[in-house]
């Protein structure tokens, strides 16, 4: 069954650093995703994409944050200067536009982001 | 504004006895509504989605729940706990069918442990 991808599993990095989360879509999907999760809290909404554009972003997505589609298969969230409340489980998610008990959105196995 | 509620970070029941995890949303609109779950080191996996039609949804691995409108709630339910079904399950709530551009509100998760 395909799925989808993230790497890395972990990162680690120093506040004020700039990290790059990437995500490997399920390949004939069209809207692409980003959650974060904190620890102990809700998985949260932070941004969609299609078309090569942010549909619609929550207000945790803030100048700070940025996404981009650099290939036809990568799909990466840029966190320009990492704060120490950045860390957090960041999952990417994609979704088919087919119909059925499939029509939702699949998602990557997450990145767990520690800022240090 | 949408939310969801899920009592009970963690639930505990016996091999073989009912599963009862607990959500209840807050919308603006009719809402469609899924049960997601993440086993370790794994992304989630949809289990169940409500969206019109019959309130009693039928999902993958023996699970249901009913979307009750009066109630505003969204239980989920299996009639026997198998070892296997040991996992994060978290209650989310759409404007959309769950694509396009809207994100899923998800709710903090119910950490279900299965005792032998």
């Known amino acids: 069954e395909p799925e989808v991808t993230q790497t890395p599993s972990h990162q680690v990095t120093q506040m004020g650093q700039e990290v790059i989360l990437r995500c490997v879509p399920i390949?004939?999907?069209?809207?692409f995703y980003w959650y974060r999760q904190i620890l102990g809290q809700k998985v949260e909404f932070l941004v969609s994409?299609?078309?090569?554009?942010?549909?619609?972003k929550s207000e945790i997505f803030d100048d700070q944050f940025s996404v981009e589609r650099p290939d036809g298969s990568n799909f990466t969230l840029k966190i320009r200067s990492t704060k120490l409340e950045d860390s957090a489980m960041y999952f990417c998610a994609s979704w088919s536009l087919a119909g059925g008990l499939t029509d939702t959105q699949y998602f990557g196995p997450g990145t767990r982001l520690t800022v240090l | 504004a949408q939310s969801v509620t899920q009592l009970g970070s963690h639930v505990s029941v016996s091999e073989g006895a009912l599963v009862l995890l607990r959500c209840n949303y807050s919308?603006?609109?009719?809402?469609?509504l899924f049960w997601y779950v993440q086993y370790p080191n794994q992304g989630l996996q949809l289990l169940l989605k409500?969206?019109?039609?019959?309130?009693l949804v039928k999902g993958i691995n023996g699970f249901e729940a009913e979307f009750k409108k009066s109630e505003t709630s969204f239980h989920l339910t299996k009639p026997s706990a198998h070892m296997s079904d040991a996992a994060e399950y978290f209650c989310?709530?759409?404007?959309?069918?769950?694509?396009?551009?809207?994100?899923?509100?998800f709710g903090k998760g119910t950490h279900l442990i299965i005792q032998p």
């Open positions: 919308s603006s609109v009719p809402p469609y």
């Open positions: 409500y969206t019109t039609g019959a309130t």
């Open positions: 994409f299609y078309n090569n554009e942010i549909s619609e």
């Open positions: 989310a709530v759409s404007r959309t069918g769950g694509g396009g551009a809207d994100g899923l509100t």
């Open positions: 390949s004939n999907h069209l809207y």
